[in-house]
């Protein structure tokens, strides 16, 4: 790819529209939400537990067999202004079937709140939960993860002491280029924000992160999740990167769905990390 500078507008947009790159991309949704619903209809589950007053800030908790098997939580994508965590349940359905806990975080979306505020959502949401989990048989080892903006989240607020190892998928870590596209009509980033608020430029979190992404998607989402492994890796913090090959911005999400996958052993190996920390 040209130089960022030297692209035009269009060729910026494209850089980043994820849908518009996948063409079965809309059947490809509605079969996540499809599984979705059945994972809800087959595991036991609280939901729309409230965290706050806004209704988004609701968390969908599945308790595990064991209450101290880990837990994983997912926060969803969207670009920040769009997606719905019910429709991100079949994202636990691997976590579940290991007989972990498993949550999912919804969050108020732009316009309507700036990233700031987003941001600050989700660390109160993680206080919240880390403050009542046990109740809900979810009380052991948390690994926080997230895809797309909900990667961008986790690697954002993954400095709260109960997450032990965070899992990003397809993220962006770094707010600056999106500033140049369509995305911006709603987030409307300030200095501040991009400063504040990209992973890739601030002092690495010394916890085990696992970075991952499909090897069919668009190249500016690709170069963010090396970018940003590269960056913890010079500064000598654990982690992995891992390509699924074939899968896409969609598809990627699959791996979650099984026991005994790629992203579930990654995972695991994070744990074993953490805990001889």
């Known amino acids: 790819m040209r130089s960022w500078l030297g692209l035009s507008q269009a060729d910026r947009d494209a850089a980043y529209n994820n849908r518009g790159a996948i063409g079965n991309a809309e059947e490809l949704i509605l079969a ?16 729309d537990v409230p965290y706050g007053v806004h ?54 979306l732009a316009p309507e709140s700036s990233l700031t505020q987003i941001v600050d959502r989700i660390v109160s949401a993680l206080v919240w939960f880390d403050d009542h989990r046990a109740g809900y048989e979810a009380g052991g080892p948390l690994v926080l993860s997230g895809w797309s903006a909900g990667a961008h989240l986790a690697a954002i607020s993954a400095r709260h002491d109960a997450v032990q190892a965070v899992l990003c998928i397809s993220g962006i870590f770094d707010l600056a280029p999106l500033r140049d596209t369509f995305l911006n009509a709603k987030l409307n980033l300030s200095d501040q924000e991009i400063a504040r608020f990209s ?72 744990l074993s990390i953490a805990a001889r920390s």
């Open 32 to 47: 996540r939400r499809e599984a979705s619903n059945e994972v809800r209809a087959r595991f036991r589950c609280h939901l």
């Open 55 to 108: 209704p988004r800030e609701r968390w969908d908790i599945f308790p595990g067999r064991d209450p101290n098997a880990p837990c994983l939580v997912f926060i969803h994508g969207g670009y920040w202004q769009g997606g719905d965590k019910t429709d991100f349940s079949a994202c636990v359905r691997g976590a579940l079937e290991k007989g972990w806990s498993a949550a999912l975080c919804g969050y108020p």
């Open 199 to 270: 992973p890739i430029r601030l002092e690495p979190i010394e916890k085990p992160f696992i970075v991952a992404f499909g090897a069919d998607e668009l190249p500016e989402l690709q170069r963010q999740s090396r970018e940003f492994f590269r960056v913890r890796q010079d500064a000598g913090v654990p982690g992995s990167l891992t390509v699924l090959p074939g899968a896409n911005h969609l598809t990627v999400l699959e791996e979650l769905g099984r026991a005994r996958s790629v992203l579930t052993e990654a995972t695991q190996v994070a």
